[in-house]
């Protein structure tokens, strides 16, 4: 008897838009040119070595993004080779859709507030565009894009996955979302390949501060003072804009992770998700620990299951023994931890997740989407 002949699964192109790209090419070799790249024309002053490395540290950061969104991988839908581009790569792009595979579909994806980057709404017409060549877009906010990003309104009809930071979205921005469009209620996560650093069994029993420059806040200040003078050297403060990428697979070796909590921004989705380094730490094996915040949000979740520890607001004997008990962990509850962050908390996880539930009802939504006439596009405003 012949074995069933299984069908195919659905094949998806990402086609990745990224502030430090150009012209459309493999994410393999856009990544592989990030070292290559000269950043002088991107800062006010070429002279500046600070300046050069804070660029150099966002483009890699971006970087990560792209590589998290090229590894992506779901049992229900074949993922195959990522493209990347910037807005000069924009015209190309569109160019580019008229030979697109008839097997594949082809998404277009922006992250952060990047839209806004794209002169004019260039941005929501090339997605309008891709839509009516039966391409797909996806939209990951990191934050509260629907109240601040410019052209939000403009880009939301032609939005087929919306992840976001807001809860509820702006009303009338929401309003204006195509009906079927995937919305998920998603804030910051890991832009880490999952387990892409091992668990490390055996750590340094210390306390790392994964901090940034933007959060040194006396409040901050008070906190590192406080857990230098309790545990001495085995607390290491590291307050740079970002972690070098090179450098992120030897945070493993601590035990655990202080994240700063999202108090100091001012919109209300960051002020609930303290930004992305709990997850970080949570995928490198590190315990994270991590101030309640002013509203509550999704790392309440996270502590209710005993995967990050909390301590109150400004209760500095309280924070140290978080520490404490995050020292104390075993590893098999550090273990814990690792898998769930590295399996749940994370940018490429996420949207494979997101795109797999679109996928579930494509067929009912093409049956009711109006068919529109092949268009030409104009990417000037």
Request: charged residues 20%; contains cysteine; hydrophobic residues 45%.
């Amino acid at each position: 008897m012949n074995a069933p002949i299984l069908p195919a699964l659905p094949a998806v192109r990402l086609w990745i838009f990224c502030p430090w790209a150009g012209q459309p090419e493999p994410a393999a070799c856009h990544l592989a040119g990030r070292t290559q790249s000269d950043l002088r024309a991107r800062v006010s002053d070429p002279a500046d070595p600070g300046l050069l490395r804070m660029a150099r540290l966002d483009r890699d950061w971006h970087g990560e993004n792209v590589r998290c969104l090229a590894a992506l991988q779901h049992p229900g839908v074949e993922f195959r080779a990522a493209q990347v581009l910037g807005a000069s790569g924009l015209a190309a792009f569109v160019g580019a859709l008229a030979h697109r595979p008839a097997d594949e579909t082809w998404w277009l994806v922006f992250t952060g507030q990047h839209p806004a980057l794209i002169p004019g709404e260039a941005a929501a017409k090339v997605a309008a565009f891709v839509r009516r060549q039966g391409g797909r877009v996806l939209f990951y906010a990191f934050d509260e894009a629907s109240r601040t990003m410019r052209g939000f309104a403009a880009l939301a009809p032609h939005l087929d996955v919306l992840i976001h930071d807001e809860q509820p979205l702006e009303p009338s921005a929401a309003a204006r979302l195509p009906v079927g469009a995937v919305t998920i209620h998603r804030s910051w996560v890991a832009n880490l390949v999952p387990f892409a650093v091992p668990f490390n069994e055996h750590p340094e029993p210390s306390i790392l501060f994964l901090g940034s420059q933007l959060g040194l806040t006396p409040h901050r200040q008070r906190q590192i003072d406080y857990l230098r003078g309790r545990f001495r050297d085995r607390f290491v403060a590291s307050h740079d804009h970002s972690v070098e990428v090179g450098a992120r697979d030897r945070l493993n070796r601590h035990q655990v992770a202080l994240c700063p909590e999202g108090r100091k921004f001012v919109t209300p989705a960051m002020s609930r998700t303290h930004t992305d380094r709990p997850f970080w730490s949570g995928c490198l094996g590190l315990v994270p620990v991590a101030e309640n915040a002013r509203q509550g949000g999704r790392l309440d979740d996270l502590a209710a299951a005993d995967l990050i520890v909390r301590y109150p607001h400004g209760d500095l004997p309280a924070l140290g023994d978080a520490c404490e008990r995050a020292l104390a962990l075993p590893t098999a509850a550090r273990r814990r931890i690792y898998d769930h962050f590295n399996r749940n908390e994370t940018i490429g996880g996420v949207v494979a997740g997101a795109i797999a539930e679109f996928n579930k009802d494509e067929v009912k939504r093409m049956k009711d989407e109006i068919s529109e006439p092949p268009a030409v596009l104009s990417l000037v405003s």
